[in-house]
């Protein structure tokens, strides 16, 4: 899943961003609520962390914004030391849930986890596309659109793709992509997976020319990098 985090406090966005990273998430922060609404004008999110003052706007004031945007964003509040009236202003402004600052790694988490599911089940099939790195996701059609050309994958290709693109720069583990891709990691070989990278990688063109390399990391998994123009090639 792709998280928002507004977190004015650099060394605690930095916590966040390292405990949702090894929840298998993947975490962009911002410092303040503008620059967070510019991007989520372009790019999908599938949860919104904030500070309650995030960094030019206080949370109750964001929600209302985020949702203008990216509508049925899930939103978690994070709160230092709170007292009962914030929360209650925060739940009110439409927030799902409340955190205390500094956050517990697996509480924050396992809260994570569930407003993600409770925003699944009532989040539209319509659901917005997702734009990664210039290559537009549309779960309805299980197409991808980049470069004026669109490609139809099947709906193991789509979640992988979206999977790699959702972690650029990021390893992906095998397990990861068993538990996302597969939702089991029964019964599935080694050379499945390889063979749906390789599809991937092909109707993607995902080449170190065209400014993507989908590189295989022995005995972990995958990883997806742009390559800069002119920049080197990332190692196959």
Aim: hydrophobic content about 40%.
């Amino acid at each position: 899943m792709r998280i928002a985090l507004i977190e004015p406090d650099l060394p605690h966005a930095k916590l966040i961003g390292r405990l949702i990273f090894a929840g298998g998430h993947a975490c962009e922060h911002f410092t303040s609520s503008a620059p967070f609404l510019q991007r989520a004008a372009d790019e999908f999110f599938d949860l919104l962390l904030t500070e309650n003052w995030a960094g030019d706007h206080c949370a109750e004031d964001v929600i209302p914004l985020a949702r203008a945007v990216l509508p049925g964003l899930p939103v978690v509040v994070l709160m230092t030391a709170p007292r009962e009236s914030q929360i209650v202003a925060a739940l009110h402004a439409g927030a799902d849930d409340c955190l205390s600052k500094p956050v517990r790694g697996p509480e924050m988490l396992a809260r994570v986890e569930a407003v993600l599911r409770r925003a699944g089940l009532r989040r539209p099939l319509q659901r917005r596309r997702d734009v990664i790195g210039g290559y537009t996701f549309d779960p309805v059609t299980l197409a991808v659109t980049f470069r004026n050309r669109t490609v139809s994958l099947t709906p193991k290709e789509f979640r992988f793709a979206q999977l790699l693109f959702s972690n650029l720069s990021r390893p992906v583990s095998r397990a990861h992509i068993l538990e996302t891709v597969w939702t089991s990691r029964r019964d599935v070989r080694s050379r499945t997976v390889d063979t749906h990278a390789s599809r991937v990688r092909t109707k993607l063109q995902l080449r170190p020319e065209l400014g993507y390399s989908l590189t295989p990391l022995y005995g972990f998994g995958y990883q997806l990098d742009a390559i800069p123009p002119g920049g080197p090639a990332a190692p196959e």
